[in-house]
């Protein structure tokens, strides 16, 4: 009556060939992944570098916009206030 269960469904010669095979292929997929992650994570870190050097030269040490620009322009506090709050009255 247990016979059926205790018997593999493949002969564990042939099975350890797919076992080790399915390992193999898991384990590429993961190094894949870290892969694509890690560059992901260096291009996001190198944007971000160059956004903070953009700002840091666009504003400096008192808040306000760099000399030689137009007040065309808004200032980083404008991009940051909710859309109700910049002047006009309504």
């Known amino acids: 009556m247990l016979l ?3 018997t593999p469904a493949l002969p564990l010669d042939e ?3 797919y076992v080790a095979g399915a390992y193999v292929v898991f384990l590429a997929l993961i190094v894949i992944y870290v892969a694509i992650m ?3 994570l260096q291009r ?3 944007e ?3 956004l903070a050097g953009f700002v ?3 504003v400096n040490g008192d808040g306000q916009a760099a000399p030689g620009r137009g007040s065309e322009e ?3 506090s404008d991009s940051l206030a909710p859309h ?3 002047g006009g009255g309504t």
């Open 4 to 6: 059926p269960i205790a």
């Open 15 to 17: 099975a350890g060939k």
């Open 38 to 40: 890690a560059a992901k």
């Open 44 to 46: 996001i870190e190198r």
């Open 48 to 50: 971000l570098r160059e």
């Open 56 to 58: 840091e030269s666009r």
């Open 74 to 76: 808004p200032s980083i």
């Open 84 to 86: 109700g709050s910049r």
